[in-house]
């Protein structure tokens, strides 16, 4: 597996669109492995194609590390609930925190590395994770949905609780 350079606000392709995945092959496999990879030696919770400089609707989420990874290939919405107020960061945006208001629970549609359509329901940090990654595929970012910046100062404090 390699690691990737992450691509740094304002790169472009940040905000572009990402193409459907139409071939699911060992390509997608290669991608998918490395992003992952990329997104832990990070420290990461998720990770998007674009932020890999690959234009694609592909993207990795780990709330935790070994709990999991979830693969999101063409996802999209089903159905979304409740509303929560987080604090976010995003590795394409170095050391720059802010409150977003999001769905609390999501239910999405997704592809994974075969193809394969699955359903996944997620509530609270990890729903949060997902709709901040699927939000990277439509090349929206969340310094767009960001209520209050929080600085570092506040960061700290936040974690020692
Ligand atoms: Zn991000």
């Known amino acids: 597996m ?9 790169e ?19 991608l998918l492995n490395n992003m992952y990879e990329t997104m832990v030696e990070a420290d990461g919770v998720g990770l998007a194609a674009p932020q890999v400089g690959v234009k694609k609707q592909v993207a990795v989420v ?14 999209e919405v089903l159905e979304v609930e409740g509303e929560q107020t987080g604090v976010e960061g995003c590795l394409s945006f ?7 208001s999001r769905p609390y629970r999501v239910k999405v549609r997704a592809q994974d590395r075969k193809g394969n359509f699955f359903e996944i329901e997620a509530e609270g940090f990890l729903a949060r994770a997902i709709q901040h990654e699927m939000d990277h595929l439509q090349g929206v970012l969340f310094t767009s949905k960001v209520s209050r910046y929080i600085t570092e100062e506040e ?3 936040f974690e020692e609780k």
């Not at 690691?3 to 304002?10: A, D, H």
């Not at 472009?12 to 290669?30: E, H, P």
């Not at 780990?62 to 996802?75: H, Q």
């Open 62 to 75: 780990e709330i935790e590390e070994g709990s999991g990874v979830i693969e999101l290939i063409n996802p």
């Open 12 to 30: 472009r392709i940040l905000q572009q669109k990402c193409a459907k995945i139409t071939s699911f092959d060992k390509k997608l496999a290669k």
């Open 94 to 100: 170095p050391d720059l925190y802010g409150e977003v």
């Open 155 to 157: 960061l700290e404090r």
């Open 2 to 10: 390699t690691i990737l350079p992450i691509v740094m606000f304002p």
